[in-house]
Every structure is written in C-alpha cells, then in structure tokens.
C-alpha cells in the first residue's frame, strides 16, 4: 500500500515537472483590457451626488426657531458644534477620549462623517464634513445616555423635558454652597 502510494507521488511529481509551463510574454501591445467597467473604476471614492433645488419655504408666519431649523436643513458645508455631557456622572481624563473615538467609529458606521474630541471632563467637539447631516448627528448624540446637550451655532439641544444648562449648573451650585454652610444650631 505504501509503496503504491509513492509510486504515485513520484508520477505526480514528474507529471508537474514535464507540463509546460505558462510563460506571459513582455510584449502586451495588441491585448485589449475590457474587464474594467465603469462601475469598477468608480469603486471606493465618495459619491458625488448633484444638490437637488429645493427653495426655501415661505417664511412669513414662521417663529426664529422654525427659520433657523428651515436654514440648518439646507446648510451643506462643513459643520462644528459641542456635546455638554452630564453633570451628575463622574468622569476621569482617560475615559473622555475613549468616549469621543467610540462615538465617532459608530458615526462612521452610520455613515455620518464626524469627529468627536474631548475638550475638557464635561465637554466634547464635534466636526461635521457635511452639514446636511446635523439633524441625524445631533439625534445621535441626544439618543446617547452620556449627553446632556447638543450646541451647533447659537442653538442648543435638549432631550424634552431637560432644564438649560445653566439652570442645572446654578442647582448645583446652590446644593454645594448649602453643603458647606457651617450648621448654627448647637
């Protein structure tokens, strides 16, 4: 059984070792390449996608809010804003870039092109390729358990229901001067 199974080893060997082998000549002038289609050549860039026309509503009767989101909806450079998160969690200094890369990697994800960077314990920046995407970016980050407030411009965002910023910073304060007070009574 062996010796049949290295007769036939050896066969294959000398089988590979007589077939001819396929030489590709250097000379290629007269050989057409029309496997490369349209489709391939644009494989891997950005689609480029011509802005459709929408003109602008009318804006008589609208409040300032219901402008600027009308104005925010057909804004397409490039955008920056600022992610307050919450007061009430504990953070330390390594925690906020993992939670900056994190929330960028899911933005790529979704195909939003965004980067986040922590600036300071409470406070992330947020850059914007395009800024027809700062609806689906700013629900993001409102959808987010870490988030308090979304600032893009002069506007700031807030789950409903959410005091303003400075009145849950004033709060604060207010409970920690109460803290430190020294007690009168004896």
Known sequence: MARRLLVAMIQLLMIAAVAKKVRIPDHLDDVVDDEEDEEWKMWGKKAVSKPVFDPPPDFTGMTPDQIQAEMMKRH???????????????RSKEELPELAKKWS?????GGIGARVTAVDLNTLMFTLDSGKETTELKDFFLR?????????????FRRPGDPPLEVVIEKRKLAKERKQEPNDEL
């Open 105 to 109: 990697r899911l933005l790529r994800t």
């Open 76 to 90: 397409i450079g490039p955008a920056m804003g600022f992610v307050k998160l919450r007061l009430d969690v504990p």
């Open 144 to 156: 987010q358990p870490e988030a308090y407030e979304v600032k893009i411009g002069q506007q700031a």
